[in-house]
């Protein structure tokens, strides 16, 4: 099925200590023939069924929402990820998010199609017993039945582990009484089934299967920003009457369910913020061409198009490291037992940093386009009528959805050091001096060599970012937000380099570097402005550590390159992207 | 009932379109593919046509390797087994050629009904299923809408101008050329994209269905081809108001032919 057969298993969190080979990562080049028509039914679909029905939609008319969910369900939509025997195709991460990225055409119905599908109903596939499954999974991979993730409450967003809903058993012994109010649950309106978490006694935080016949009742519609064509309400229980049987997994092991599904979530939220980035820049590049003001399409001037080239970077950067994370998560799964769900979420944790990274620098990336997109249209971006608006609003959740951008960036160094970077950096005793001597300023410009370089150098800055802080800070990092993210700036570049240089490697093998001169330079481009962001983290973390003398001069020793003309390169990338009318990478 | 099918792989509709440097066809770079509209139509009309009499579907394409990704789709769509027409002789075909070329393929696998589409996006002859018909020997019939079984073999819904329409009895085996918006087309499921893998596909070059180059010269060619051209040319129409509307009118009607 998959086609990552000849990517190897990697460790998570590892590519900061180890090196990687272009033949070692999956890239969107290696999506496989059928993965292919798995997406083409999906685009057809939303073009076909889910566009023309836009004003509906909008208007939230959900029983037409539910409609063509119950059509997706038809065309096996939304059993993806579900087990055979439980009605679903069981495909792998790959297939899955790419389906979704076309589903990204209208992020308003991707919402409401990807919270049942990933949030609503995975919990039930991974912590459902057989009975639970049976019960529920068929129905949900029809569309028949609407899922909804009820997990944050008014006081308990970030923080969800202070939730205060709670769950008494009854006298009987036969149902829990739920009694608390969850917010901003979306499709609130319409789900039959909610995956709420409550805490049994007031003190076990628990996950449970709740239908709405069970007492769950919607608030009403939320007036949000964006998203504006997906329900989105509180849902009110009160002495809601759970049976015991529909406790999902462990009682007090809420938090395990809370957090295992939202991994997953986060590098799928990956490819459809990629895919929502790339419909901006298309629709950016269609209208400079057609925009004509001082007598000539806007599309011929030099800041016009720096904005084309830059959304076509992030895209390209964006793509590279959503797909090869997925290709990962896929690789570690052929190894696992499928039906034993332990170890395959315990496969997909394991790249924990890598989804909270893919998500941080995509939903950021979708900002910089839908930002840049509006720009692009002037005046017109302003106006309903041109969908540079809504765009922009819809994009904006995504930095805060799935666990927030800040959370993320306490998350990935957090992790690295309680996991992979635990042995990697006792060995960093030998230490500082040392990746001083190591660390070269290098001149010349020669692409990807160059790159190569640049990407050592920033995997020694970050390893020695992480270092210092524990040094400085140890047990008390927590505390350290601010130091904190600086060094998970440091560390999402690496990964955003290292992966476009291997996407550009991997090409350029396949196709020949003449084929491949506008991959090249958008690495180019993007790996010379990513040193410079780089250096600046450094900097402001060495202020703010220990040794910062010491770590100064090693980090500056990063910043001076040979400058490139990038005002060059990103006119190269304009012009292709005129000239093909699109974005084609 | 054993239907065949012609799919063509074409360019998508939405392609951007550049002219090739000999200035003979459009460059193939950058292209993305999908099957012919109204071929599609072809495929839908045969799958319903089964649903309803039992029987089998083959979707057949003609092409690279690339056109194998026509015959998946219809395998995914619910056809049951494919053929692909793969041979260097068939690159660069005209009409008489193709048509030559599904003859003979479709004259060694046998059928109760040949269908294609009315007429293919890119090129546009709507000449192959006629050539094809009439070098099998077989009734035909073009711009059909809709087609019934009955005992003395098919009656057949076909276009003429002005919105009228005919019914038609004819033979079977015949060869139907399928007008486009005549059904609703299926999707691809997902399930049935994962069963197309476990289908047949044939291949069939030249030498098997006993094809010499000498009948698939091309009898036609392309000398050159190019963009319409766009020019601005204003005539001011002079007279008094009623002099001008009536210019106008006959201007739009007979120079413009707006209606």
Redesign the interface.
């Known amino acids: 099925m998959s086609e990552t057969g000849k990517v190897s298993v990697v460790k998570g969190g590892m590519f900061l200590f180890e090196g990687r080979k272009s033949e070692d990562v999956f890239t969107r080049e290696d999506i496989s023939?059928?993965q292919q028509?798995?997406a083409?039914?999906a685009e057809?679909?939303m073009q076909k069924e889910v566009m023309t029905r836009s004003e509906q939609i909008y208007a939230k008319d959900w029983p037409v929402t539910r409609e063509l969910l119950l059509k997706a369900g038809?065309?096996?939509?939304l059993?993806?990820d579900i087990p055979e025997q439980f009605g679903g195709?069981g495909?792998d991460k790959v297939s899955s998010a790419f389906v979704g990225e076309q589903i990204a055409l209208m992020p308003s119905f991707g919402a409401s199609l990807g919270a049942h599908t990933t949030i609503g109903t995975l919990p039930i596939v991974y912590f459902g017993n057989d009975e639970q499954r049976a019960k529920y999974l068929p129905r949900l991979a029809s569309g028949e039945l609407i899922a909804a993730f009820c997990l944050t409450e008014p006081s308990a967003g970030s923080d969800a582990l202070n939730a205060k809903t709670k769950a008494t058993l009854t006298p009987d012994g036969k149902h829990y009484l739920l009694k608390g109010q969850k917010m901003w649950i979306t499709n609130g309106g319409f789900a039959d089934i909610f995956i709420v978490f409550a805490k049994v006694d007031g003190e076990k935080f628990t996950a449970f299967i709740v239908e709405r016949d069970h007492g769950a009742v919607s608030g009403h519609e939320e007036k949000k920003l964006g998203l504006d064509g997906s329900s989105t309400t509180a849902v009110m229980l009160e002495d809601c009457k759970v049976p015991v049987e529909n406790v999902l997994g462990e009682i007090g092991k809420g938090h395990v369910v809370a957090f295992n599904i939202l991994n997953f979530g986060r590098l799928k939220l990956g490819s459809r913020n990629i895919g929502g980035a790339k419909i901006s820049l298309n629709n950016s590049i269609a209208y400079s061409k057609e925009r004509h003001q001082f007598g000539r399409a806007i599309a011929n001037f030099g800041l016009i198009k720096r904005k084309l080239a830059e959304m076509a970077i992030r895209c390209f950067v964006g793509d590279a490291m959503v797909w090869r994370t997925l290709g990962m998560v896929d690789k570690a799964l052929e190894n696992v037992d499928s039906n034993d769900s332990m170890q395959v979420l315990k496969a997909i944790e394991q790249y924990a940093v890598e989804c909270s990274i893919v998500k941080v620098w995509t939903s950021e990336a979708l900002a910089t386009v839908t930002d840049e997109t509006v720009q692009v249209y002037g005046g017109y971006g302003y106006s309903k009528d041109y969908p540079a608006e809504r765009a922009y609003r819809d994009a904006r959740i995504t930095r805060i959805y799935e666990g927030t951008n800040e959370i993320q960036r306490i998350l990935i160094p957090t992790r690295l050091l309680k996991g992979a970077g635990k042995d990697q950096l006792q060995n960093l005793s030998e230490s500082i001096s040392d990746i001083i001597d190591r660390t070269r300023i290098y001149f010349g410009d020669e692409g990807v060599p160059t790159a190569r370089r640049t990407l050592k150098s920033v995997k020694e800055t970050a390893r020695l970012a992480l270092s210092s802080l524990v040094e400085s800070h140890g047990d008390k990092l927590s505390e350290e937000q601010e130091a904190v993210a600086l060094a998970a700036d440091i560390i999402i570049e690496a990964y955003a380099i290292e992966s476009a240089i291997l996407r550009v490697e991997k090409l350029v093998s396949a196709k020949g570097a003449d084929a491949c001169r506008i991959p090249t330079e958008m690495l180019r481009v993007y790996v010379n402005d990513a040193a410079d962001r780089v250096a600046i983290s450094a900097r402001n973390l060495a202020g703010a550590v220990k040794e910062s003398a010491k770590l100064m001069q090693a980090f500056e020793r990063l910043a001076p390159q040979t400058p490139i003309n990038t005002i060059e390169s990103r006119r190269l990338i304009a012009d292709s992207l005129i000239e093909?009318?699109?974005y084609?990478w | 009932m054993k239907i065949i099918v012609c799919l063509k792989q074409v360019p998508k509709n939405d392609s951007?379109l550049r002219i090739n440097e000999q200035g003979t066809w459009i460059q193939d770079r950058?292209l993305t593919y999908e099957i012919n509209e109204s071929d599609a139509y072809g495929l839908e009309a045969a799958l319903q046509l089964k649903e309803k009499h039992g029987g089998e579907v083959i979707a057949l394409s003609l092409g690279p390797a690339r056109v194998q990704?026509v015959i998946?789709?219809a395998l995914?769509r619910g056809a049951d087994r494919g053929i692909h027409l793969e041979d260097t002789a068939f690159d660069n075909l005209d009409a008489y050629g193709i048509g030559t070329a599904i003859a003979a393929a479709t004259k060694a696998e046998g059928f109760d009904l040949l269908l294609t589409g009315l007429q293919s996006d890119d090129y546009g002859f709507a000449q192959t299923g006629v050539i094809a018909a009439e070098l099998l020997g077989l009734p035909h019939t073009t711009i059909v809408m809709d087609v019934e079984l009955n005992d003395a073999g098919l009656r057949v819904k076909r276009e003429l101008e002005n919105g009228f329409f005919q019914w038609v009895n004819m033979p079977a085996p015949a060869v139907l050329t399928i007008q486009s918006g005549i059904n609703t087309l299926r999707?691809?499921?997902?399930?049935g994209?994962?069963a197309a893998?476990k289908k047949e596909i044939k291949k069939l070059d030249a030498a098997t269905l006993g094809i010499d180059a000498a009948s698939l010269a091309p009898r036609m060619e392309f000398r050159r081809i190019y963009l319409p051209q766009k020019n601005k040319q204003t005539q001011f129409i002079e007279g008094s108001a009623g002099d001008i509307a009536a210019k106008l009118i006959d201007k739009l009607k007979n120079e413009a032919r707006v209606f």
């Open positions: 023939e059928e028509m798995f083409g039914v057809e679909f038809e065309l096996d939509l059993r993806i195709l495909l093909s009318g699109r084609l | 951007v950058d990704s998946k789709e995914a999707y691809a499921t997902l399930k994209i994962m893998k």
